[in-house]
Every structure is written in C-alpha cells, then in structure tokens.
C-alpha cells in the first residue's frame, strides 16, 4: 500500500516532534491508515529523530497497534466475564474455525480480521460479536455462520 507522506507530516506537525510524541504520533498514523504502515514509521523516525527500531519496538510492545492492514471487516469477540462465563469461548473457537485464522489475524482474501477485546460493555447481551461496530448480542456458536453469511453475500 503506497502512503501519502504527506499525511504522516501533518500528523507530526499537529503532534510535535519531541520524542514524547511518538506515541501520539503513531496512535494518529493508525488512525489514518488503520495500521501502522512500515513506510510511515520510517518517516517518523527521520522526522522525529528517533531511531528506527525504537520505533518498531514502541509499536510491536503496545497491542493497540496492527502491523498489518486490516481486512475489510473487523469481527471482535467479547472475552469480558460476563460473556466468557456465557460461552464466548465457543464463538471465538467457532469464528476461527470458519474463517480458518486465529485471534489477531486475517483472512487470506483479506475480508475479516478476527479480533478479541477484553469487555464491551454490554455484560447483560453477553455472548456478544461486533462486525464492523454491528453488534449482534445473545450469539449462539451455531448463528455465527450466518452472521458471516451476511458478509460475504453482500459482497464482503
């Protein structure tokens, strides 16, 4: 993915370039372009003066960060208390087994990232999965094929 430098730029002029900001810096570039591309953390580190793998470490130490883009839709598993104690387990193990990838990865045609999160503030819904800030609540392991079927007939 080519990236606008230019976008990085504005970013750092907005932030500063004190080594301070390098968090806030990437947390913006993220924003951006949904993930921190390895051209843009490049340029961060010439602008900022700040060593490139110092860079790579802050970015690879904090899970807030993705290396990697996103695929086209995020579906985030709830694994808080209430919805583990429901059965998040089984969605999570069912959501992977379907899009054959684990937590934290994505689909080789690039349609799904499959995510967890450690509460979303819906303990009462529990069992809960958010595609793409859709929330869909009370999920059993046997709707979560047809939850995806959405997605996919709709063209991804």
Not at 16 to 31: E, F, K, M, S, T
Not at 69 to 75: D, E, S, T, V
Not at 135 to 150: Q, R, S, T
Request: aromatic share 6%; with cysteine; glycine share 8%.
């Amino acid at each position: 993915m080519d990236i606008e430098i230019s976008k990085v730029d504005e970013i750092i002029d907005k932030h500063g370039q004190a080594h301070r900001w390098l968090i806030a810096n990437l947390l913006a570039i993220q924003d951006e372009f949904h993930y921190l591309p390895q051209d843009a953390m490049r340029h961060v580190a010439e602008r900022m003066e700040v060593p490139l793998i110092q860079v790579n470490q802050v970015a690879e130490f904090y899970k807030v960060f993705k290396l990697k883009p996103p695929g086209k839709h995020i579906a985030s598993v709830c694994r808080g208390t209430a919805c583990h104690v429901r059965g998040g387990d089984k969605l999570l193990e069912r959501l992977s087994d379907l899009l054959e990838i684990a937590p934290g990865e994505t689909t080789r045609d690039e349609q799904f990232t499959l995510d967890v999160v450690n509460c979303l503030g819906c303990c009462a819904l529990g069992r809960v999965i958010v595609i793409d800030d859709h929330f869909y609540v009370n999920v059993a392991p046997d709707a979560v094929e047809g939850i995806l079927d959405k997605y996919v007939k709709n063209g991804g």
